[in-house]
C-alpha cells in the first residue's frame, strides 16, 4: 500500500511513503501516522491511499506506526484543508499544521479527559442517614448533598457547599456508595439565568432571514448594525434556532480580549457549555475544546481566527463578528483569511455565513452591490440608546498640555462631575514613541530596524527601550551615546505617559490603562475590562483593545487624542481604517440610558475623510472610497498576490523578486491559448516601506489582475520554479494572496 502523508516542509503536495507493517492496523485517510523524514520521526496526516507510486516503490520510506485508527478529519474536512492549500499557495503540511493543536501535531491521543465527578452508586442511593455513624457528621452532610442533588458533582462543586468532605468520600468509594467517572474537559461554567432577549423589529427581521432557510442552503449575509445595535443579541437568536435543529455553530471574533465576556453571554443565554479556541489558551484547553466540538459533545465554538480549521460533527450556521477586522488575516507562515475561508468552508457545508460589523470592509459592501451577498441592516441602538454626537476639535493654535487640549479637558471635567466615565483613545502604547538628546539631537533607533524604539518608564529604574517592531529591548541610556550629555526629551504621547498625566489632574478619580503592556498577564484584560465595565474606574486609558465588542454603560464621553497620523497612510486602505477605528472607538460612547459625546482632536478638521464620516457617516465615505478604487483599479475591482523577500544583504532579495518577475512575465506571455494574460499587472520589486525589519532587508513584488483564475494560474506555473530556485535557499520568501497590508 501506498500511503500519501502531509508532513510539515515545503512540499506543494503530500509525499509517498510505503505501508508494510502486516500485523499493525491500515492507515485511515484523515488520521496520522509516524514517518520517517530528514533523519528523523515526525507526525503526518494521511491525505489519500493508493496501490502504486510514481516514483519507485522499492527506493521509498515506510510508514513507522499508525496513530489513529478512526479519521481525525472527514473528507469533506479535507477537501477543505486542500482548497486552502491550493488557493494560498501554501504546502499542503503548513496547512494542516495550522489545522492541527499542538498536541495532536506531537502524536498525542485525541481524547482527553476532565477532572473527576462523583456521584451515588445504586447502593448509595438506598443508604439513610440510620445506615451511618452517628458523630460522623461529614458524612452525613456529603450523603444528604449528593442526594439533593441530580447529576454528579465536581470537586469545587463538593467544596463550595460542604467542608472536609474529601475523608468522607474516599470512605464511600470503599463500600462502593459512590463511583467515581470524568467530566467534560472543559473548565465549568455556572449558568447563570438566561437573560429575556426582546428583539426589535430590525433584529428579528434578521434572524427571521438566516433561519428560515431550506436546511442545506449556502447563502452569505452582511449584518451592518450601528455600534450598540444589539448585534450580539441577533447572532444568539440565529444560534438558538440552530441548535434546536441540534446542529452546530462557529463564531469567530476578533480579539482574545473579546472571548470570555463573549462566551459567558453565550453561556447565559443558551444554557450549554461554550468552547473557546484562542492563543491564550494551553495546549490542553485547545485539545480540549477542538475534541469536543469533534464530537459533538459542544454544540457552540468560539474562537480567533485559528478555530476556522476545527472540525465540526453537525456544523449548522457560521458567525464573524467584526468581519472587517485585520485581526481576522494572518500576517506570518500560512498567510490565510478567516473571512474568506469562513465562507468557503459555509459553502461547502451548505449552511448560511453571516458577517457582521458597525463598518463593513468594502469588499464586504462591494459583494452586497455584486449581488453575491444578502443585506441585512440595524439602523437603531438597542433599549432605546442614541447614537453619541460627534464632533472634531481643531486643535490648531490650541495649547495642548500632555496631548489634551483644554477643551477636552473641560469636558472630561464636566462629564467626571455627572457621575460619567471618561475614555480617552491613544493608539501608541509606551511612555513616548521617541527618546532624543537634548544637545545634539540623537535619538534612539532600533539596530535591527529601520524605526525609532519606544521610551517606556516602568521596569527599569531610567525606563527601557523597546522596539514595537521586532521586540529589541534594552534599559534607556543614561547619557547620550553620540555628546554624552544627560539631558534627554522624550518627544511624544504614549498611553504610559497619558496616565500618569490624567492621575495628576484627577487624583479623586481611578484611572485604569488597557493596552499591550497592562494586559500581558493572563485573566488581565477581564480584570481589567469589568473594572470598566462595572463603573468601578471612571476614566479609561487604551488603545485599539477598547475599541471594538466592549460595552460599557457608563462611558458618556469619548475622547480621540491622535487620529492625524492615521489620515496620510502609505497604504491605500489607511482611510479605510481610519474611518472604521474612528468610528468604532466612538461606538463605545452613550450605549445606555446616558447621552453619549465623542471629541476628535484633530489639525486636519478640513480632511475630506473627516469631513464625510462626520457630516454623512459611514455609508457616505464607503460609497466615495469604493469610488476612488474603481477609478484606481484597486481592490476589490481587482485580485492582488503580494511576494515578499528578505535578506541579510539587500542584493540577494532583489535579484530573487527580479528573476521571479521575469519567469511571471514570461508564462503570462505564453498561456496556452497562445492570446496571453492580457490583464496581469507585475509592479516591483521595491523595498517594503519600512526596508530593514529584524536585522534583514525587505523587498516585495506585487501581481494584479482583473481576473482570479489568471492571477493563480500564472502563479501556479512559476510556483516550482521558486523551490528549485538556488535563490530561494539564501532568502526568506513567502506569498501573500489577497495582502491586507502593504508593510
Sequence with gaps: MIVQVA????????????????????????????????????????????????YDAEKLKSVVSVIDEQPLFSESHLDFIRWAAHYYHEPIGEVIQAALPKKLRAGDAVEITGQPVWEL?????????????????????????????SGSQSASQLSSALENWRSSLKKFIQQGWIEETHGLCLAEVAYAERPDHILNADQQAAVDAVTQLPEETFKPFLLEGVTGSGKTEVYLGMIDEVLKRGKQALVLVPEIGLTPQ????????????????????????????????????????????????TPFADLGICIIDE????????????????????????????????????????????????????YLVLKQRAANAQLPTIKLLDVRGEKVQEGVSRPLKVAMEKHLERKGQVLLFLNRRGFAPVLMCHECGWQAQCPSCDANMTFHQSGTAHGHLRCHHCGYQCAAPTACPSCQSEEFVKVGQGTERLTETIEEWFPDHKVVRIDRDTTRQKGKMAELTEQARSGEADILIGTQMLAKGHHFPNVTLVGLLDIDQGLFGVDFRASERMAQLILQVAGRAGRAEKAGEVLIQTHHPDHPLLMTLIGKGYDAFARKA???????????????????????????????????????????????????????????????????????????????????????????RVEPYIYKSPLSRKVRWSIDVDPQEMF
Design 7 to 54: 508532513v510539515a516542509g515545503p512540499f506543494l503536495f503530500p509525499l509517498d511513503y510505503r505501508f508494510d507493517l502486516e500485523d499493525s492496523v491500515p492507515p485511515v485517510v484523515g488520521g496520522r501516522v509516524w514517518v520517517p523524514f530528514r533523519n528523523k520521526q515526525q507526525v503526518g496526516l494521511v491525505m489519500g491511499l493508493a496501490d502504486e507510486s510514481e
Design 121 to 149: 452508586t445504586e447502593q448509595g442511593r438506598t443508604l439513610t442517614p440510620e445506615d451511618l455513624p452517628k458523630n460522623a457528621k461529614h458524612q452525613h452532610a456529603l450523603l444528604s448533598h449528593l442526594k439533593s442533588v
Design 262 to 309: 463573549m462566551v459567558s453571554r453565550f453561556t447565559a443565554y443558551l444554557q450549554q457549555p461554550v468552547a473557546a479556541l484562542h492563543s491564550g489558551l494551553n495546549d490542553s484547553e485547545r485539545l480540549c475544546a477542538w475534541h469536543l466540538v469533534r464530537s459533538g459533545e459542544v454544540k457552540v465554538l468560539l474562537g480567533t481566527r485559528s478555530a476556522i480549521f
Design 323 to 374: 468581519e472587517h477586522d485585520l485581526s481576522f488575516k494572518q500576517q506570518e507562515g500560512f498567510r490565510y483569511s478567516a473571512r474568506d475561508l469562513l465562507i468557503r468552508r459555509a459553502f461547502d457545508n451548505k449552511v448560511p455565513v453571516v458577517l457582521g460589523s458597525a463598518t463593513p470592509s468594502l469588499e464586504s459592501l462591494y459583494n452586497v452591490d455584486s449581488g453575491r451577498y444578502q
Design 626 to 716: 469604493l469610488q476612488e478604487r474603481q477609478q484606481a483599479m484597486l481592490p476589490p475591482f481587482r485580485y492582488q498576490i503580494m511576494i515578499r523577500a528578505e535578506a541579510l544583504q539587500p542584493q540577494e532579495a532583489m535579484r530573487f523578486l527580479t528573476e521571479l518577475k521575469h519567469a511571471l512575465l514570461a508564462q503570462a506571455a505564453d498561456s496556452s491559448d497562445g492570446q496571453g494574460v492580457r490583464g496581469l499587472d507585475v509592479w516591483g520589486p521595491v523595498s517594503a516601506p519600512m526596508e530593514r525589519r529584524q536585522g534583514r532587508y525587505r523587498y516585495q513584488l506585487l501581481l494584479q489582475s482583473a481576473k482570479r483564475s489568471e492571477l493563480h494560474a500564472v502563479l501556479g
